[in-house]
C-alpha cells in the first residue's frame, strides 16, 4: 500500500497563477482533508471531504478549491495564488474516527 | 469552533529526563486526541491517541492523560533519546466538526546528548 501520496513535491508558482495539488489514498477512507503548515501556527484546516460528493470548508478556506468525485482522490486547487498562500501543504484521509494519515507534504513558494 | 493551546512551545530536555507536553481545549464535545510527531521535512506522523472514555494512556515510554473536566491533556516521554528530538502536536475533533482535527500550535522538544 502507497497510504497517502501527494503531488508535487515542491513548486513554484508567479503571483496570479492557478495550479492543482493533487492528493490519492489508497486505504478506501471515508475522510479526506487539506491542512496547510505555517511556522509557529501548526496545521489549519483548509478544506475537507467526509465521503465522494461531499465537501465542506475548514478553517482557512478562502483562495482555495476542492472536489471529491471518488474516493480515492481529493485535489486542491489553488484559484490565483498569492504570497500568503506560501507554506506547506498536507493532504490526509482517516476513516471517520481514528488515526490520520498524512502524505509527504507539498511545498510552495509563491513569488 | 474548536481552539486547541500547546505549551510550551520550545522544550530542551537533558537525554534520560522527562518531557511534558500540555494542551487545553475549548469544544467539550470534543472526544478524541491524538498526538503527532513531525521530523524535519517529513509528514506528521501519530504517536498515541485518547478518546474521552479513558483517563490515560501509555505505549512503552509514551503517555497520555487526559481531564474532560479541566478539558486539557498531556504528553509524558520518559527516559528521553535524541531521537526523541522533533516537533510534536497535540490535536482534538469532535463529532460536531465532521471529525477534523483541530491542531495545536507545536512543541519543539530538543533532547540534548
Known amino acids: 500500500n502507497a497510504g497517502v501520496t501527494q503531488t508535487p513535491k515542491f513548486q513554484v508558482l508567479k503571483t496570479g497563477q492557478s495550479m492543482t495539488l493533487q492528493c490519492a489514498q489508497d486505504?478506501?477512507?471515508?475522510?479526506m482533508s487539506w491542512y496547510r503548515q505555517d511556522p509557529g501556527m501548526g496545521l489549519r484546516l483548509i478544506h475537507y471531504s467526509v465521503g465522494a460528493g461531499i465537501t465542506d470548508q475548514g478553517e482557512v478556506p478562502n483562495g482555495y478549491n476542492v472536489s471529491r468525485s471518488t474516493t480515492e482522490d481529493f485535489p486542491l486547487r489553488l484559484l490565483s495564488a498569492a504570497p500568503s498562500q506560501t507554506s506547506v501543504y498536507f493532504c490526509?484521509?482517516?476513516?471517520?474516527?481514528?488515526?490520520?494519515?498524512f502524505g509527504q507534504g507539498t511545498r510552495l513558494t509563491v513569488v | 469552533g474548536e481552539n486547541v493551546e500547546q505549551h510550551p512551545s520550545t522544550l530542551s530536555v537533558q537525554e534520560g529526563d522527562s518531557a511534558v507536553i500540555k494542551c487545553t481545549y475549548s469544544d467539550s464535545a470534543s472526544n478524541y486526541f491524538p498526538w503527532y510527531k513531525q521530523e524535519l521535512g517529513k509528514r506528521p506522523q501519530l504517536i498515541i491517541d485518547i478518546r474521552s472514555n479513558v483517563g490515560e494512556k501509555k505505549d512503552q515510554r509514551i503517555a497520555v492523560t487526559l481531564n474532560k473536566t479541566a478539558k486539557h491533556f498531556s504528553l509524558h516521554i520518559t527516559e528521553t533519546q535524541p531521537e526523541d528530538s522533533a516537533v510534536y502536536f497535540c490535536?482534538?475533533?469532535?463529532?460536531?466538526?465532521?471529525?477534523?482535527?483541530?491542531f495545536g500550535g507545536g512543541t519543539r522538544l530538543m533532547v540534548k546528548p
Open positions: 486505504m478506501n477512507h471515508e475522510y
Open positions: 490535536a482534538a475533533s469532535s463529532n460536531n466538526a465532521g471529525n477534523m482535527l483541530t
Open positions: 490526509a484521509s482517516s476513516w471517520r474516527t481514528g488515526e490520520a494519515f
